[in-house]
């Protein structure tokens, strides 16, 4: 059973490929849906036995790379860590495989993409049940793939696939430090095992590695190396450039890969290898400052932006932000809460968005919505909830896990725990501003579409709405379901060994121990926010043009996303093929060729040539080099005569 | 009973009777071609199946050589027919057995002039490849190594594209040279030692002086082969030129002489020197990784972007050889056997888009995907893994290249780890240009979808690149041996291994 939790996707993902060639669309829905479905109830049982039973199991399948003492196994590790993924995992894809049936119902190719869902959930399953880092980069390459092909699932347009392209190569980047990561860890513990690295990360707290020519402490190496991968797959300020262009993707696909799992991984990882980081204080140092400014940055984007699906995204870049401080100030428990309420409440933002986008044909841009939270009060409802468990408002999820967070944060009281605190604290004012705005956008105003889009405007089929009912619990219930679970007086005998903090980390503890204006800020800021949203966009239409106006150049540098891609391509991307080009020209034809190959026969061609012109086919040419010879020849005889007689 | 028979010999020459037999066809023009392709589909295949008993009867846990054979050639020289295959040169024998067939197929309809006499090309090319890889006599593997050239040379030269005859010559010039060095090289140890047979030779040691010039006498030849940097440009001129079966089979295992070479003899019998010059081969290296890539995202034709990225993936090869660690060198064995078939797969995919629009030019297509849905699956596979994504054979090779790479340099793992930033970006942009978005020209329209014959071309290609992905232990469990003795014999030298274990 623990087994095929993981391997049921896998064969859905197969059949449905092989049926995508068959134009048997239907069938393919229903066999990923109940390979998901069967995979989604074994995990309630192992989430059961493992992690409130607290009994992890590991499950050994065979041999794959060995070479020397370097070993890489595949083997599936079942924690309390992964049990709480595996929920989160098969939960939010089950749910958006049904609703898929519903919102790509008018695409030629459901079967592939069906197919391409399961594949992901697949390798999403892998990297969360890994037992070494080369599987979890097994699986985190796999997501990458997976996502890279759902991005680009319209391929025949052209923003679909430079987005998918983007998204890959921008990960590989993080890869290139993920590998480095492997090899650095590999190298100090001689494995790549968890339970190795885990059991004996203490031994290596003092030891310094040479990397580069530079003698550095060895766990910090690994940390931020790895940390580095974590940056490409959660959309890390720095690395994040490729969340938004993924956007291009069906809706689906955006709200179980760009939402809740896979941009989480990074985070899954910094708290898979809490028993490593402890020992590596400016690794968490980094990653907190990283997070802490993700998450002030995307918020700041995020309510500028005007596509509907980019709001949530930067949003989602933002929320990341939160879990990696979390993560950084030693409260692993706080992240993993907020990665699994946020899976649920913006999973359900997503697919409600999608519903809106779906009603409206296709339309995703703001400024053509509003007006029609009467014609689908069902998505709007949804909207509602979802944009309140992400705001944190009292007894919605995000109100518990966010709070949480902010408060570890302050009660880390470090440095860099309080620049976390202050940015957070930020960001939860504007992301209750970015949500009313676009709630308010949306739905509510002038109609803004167009006259047919209006005409045909419709409610999602019960196979779209029942999905975002039980994201909607999800998002309603998760919070004040899980708070005693996973950060409770208690949470250690849940959480067991998989995940590890040093007695002096005290930040969860002290989180519930904070002063009476912690606790209370984020809910003023976030109320204080909507309210600001609803004077602007409700009551003072012409307000927000005129404070952008007032604001130009900050106004234009969030609109423009700090422009960081811009500058990826002044300095990455034009260079590249500049530079391949002339090398290629200078280095290879003229240089190497010029001075090798060519150079030699052109060499040889006009040497021969010369030759050739004294073969003139003149006779008196040929007589005078006869005589000239002879005369040669008769005088070095004569001379040599001379010498004898001498 | 395998024992018994003199099996390495009949492999070798197995494809040599088919081409005598095709000499011996008499008839009709196309009946000729017609009965020439299929009898030189059925001797590569049987000697496939042959090849195979190799790898039955082979034992991995003895390291040394297995199916040896042995004759007198000439007497009293010190040189003799010797023939035999370790852990090392056995998976080459299957590689090249492997892929003939599967070229013979790729040319079945592309090649349509001269058919018996291309066929007689590939049949000595099968037996000289083969050839070279089993032969234990330093005067045999010569001749193989350069009698290798010839069928190459012939079929660029004739069956090649428009450039063909520039593209042959460079092809000769470069290889040549090296190789005269090399026969030097050879010269001056058989003075020395007396016989040219490889186990004797691998055992002697040689002066610290002497291997240094043996060492890059060698490197001359070798480098050529692999090919490194600065000595790589005849690799695109030749692919381009070349029919599509002849790029697959350049690729496939031409390309993997130089280092087959490198770990044969270089490390074995130039221990100090392979260790002294260590660093010259990974700034070599390094640049051929980062330079080709960069040059590769230039090109506009797609067989010189797939020329440049084997350039690219071959630095990896040489990177793990000269860390002089096990995993190093298994992973550029691994390497070497994977890029063999995805470059292999990938020189066909472009065969089969050649084969319908007749240009290599990227900017012709566009959207392929659409017409082309079961191409574009294989495709898309071959190309992730040539980028070496997990799961596919091609991610097992840089890894443990670089597991080695770290423990010579993090300089040089950190430097060669930009290639998997810079492989991913030119690989995911040729098939973007080629495969995605929509159609611009009309002719793509009418691109017959993938025939059950380059099916099945790919099939079993795609399925072993998954299966080494998955389960690579079933190749590195046959080199392991092998590849350890190959480190004892260089650390017994007395050489400082970079790093122990």
Redesign the interface.
Known sequence: MYSSIVFLPLIGSVIAGFLS?YNRDRVAELTTIACLLLSFLFSIIVFAEVAIGGKPVTVDL?????????AAHWRLRFDTLTAVMLIVVTGVSSMVHIYSVGYMSHDKARARFMSYLSFFTFAMLMLVTSDNL?QL??GW??VG?AS?LLI?FW????SA??A??KA??VN??G??GF??GI??I??IFGSIDFDVIFSEAGLFSKTNI????FSLPALEVAGILLFIGAMGKSAQLGLHTWLPDAMEGPTPVSALIHAATMVTAGVFMVCRLSPMLEFAPVSLAVITIVGGTTAIFAATVGMTQFDIKRVIAYSTCSQLGYMFFAAGVSAYPAAMFHLTTHAFFKALLFLGAGSVIHALSDEQDLRRMGGIWDKIPLTYMMMWIGSLALAGFPFFAGFYSKDMILEAAYAAHTGVGNYAFWMGCMAAFLTAFYSWRLLILAFHGKPRASAEAMAHIHESPKVMTIPLFVLALGAIFAGWLGYEMFVGKDMMTFWGESIFILPWNQAMERAHHVPTWVKLLPIMLAASGVALAVLFYGFLPGMPGRVAAAFRPIYLFFFNKWYFDELYERVFVGP??R???L??HR???HI??GF??DG??GLVYRVSGYCARIQSGFVFHYVLAMLVGVVILVTWYYLRMRGIGG | MIGAWPILSIVTFLPLFGALFLLLIRGEGEVVAQNARHVTLWVTGFTFLVSLALLIGFDPKMPGYQFEEKAEWLPGTGIGYHMGIDGISMPFVLLSTFLTPLAILASWRSIKSRVREYMIAFLVLETMMIGMFVSLDMLMFYLFFEAVLIPMFIIIGVWGGARRVYAAFKFFLYTLLGSVLMLVCILAMYIEVGTTDIPILTAYSFGVGMQTWLFLGFLASFAVKVPMWPVHTWLPDAHVEAPTAGSMILAGVLLKMGGYGFIRFSLPMFPHASEFFSPLIFAMSIIAVIYTSLVALAQSDMKKLIAYSSVAHMGFVTIGIFTLTEQGIAGAMFQMISHGLVSAALFFCVGVVYDRLHTREISAYGGVAAVMPRYAVFFMFMMLASVGLPGTSGFVGELLVLVGAWKASTWVAFFTATGLVLGATYMLWLYRRVMLGGIIHEKVHDMEPLTQREFAIFLPITVIVLWFGVYPASLLDLMVGSIQLVIDTVSSSGVSLLAQN
Do not use: Q, T
């Open positions: 060639f065979a041999r794959w790379i060995v070479s020397g003492d370097f080369v980069f097994f390459e796999g793939v890279y680009g391929y025949k347009k052209d696939h430079i998918a392209m890959f190569v590989r980047v890869d290139f590998a480095l090899l650095a590999y190298h040479s990397f580069l020519g590249a093929v530079i391949g080009v090398l290629w280095g290879d034809k190497i060729d090798g190959p030699m026969s």
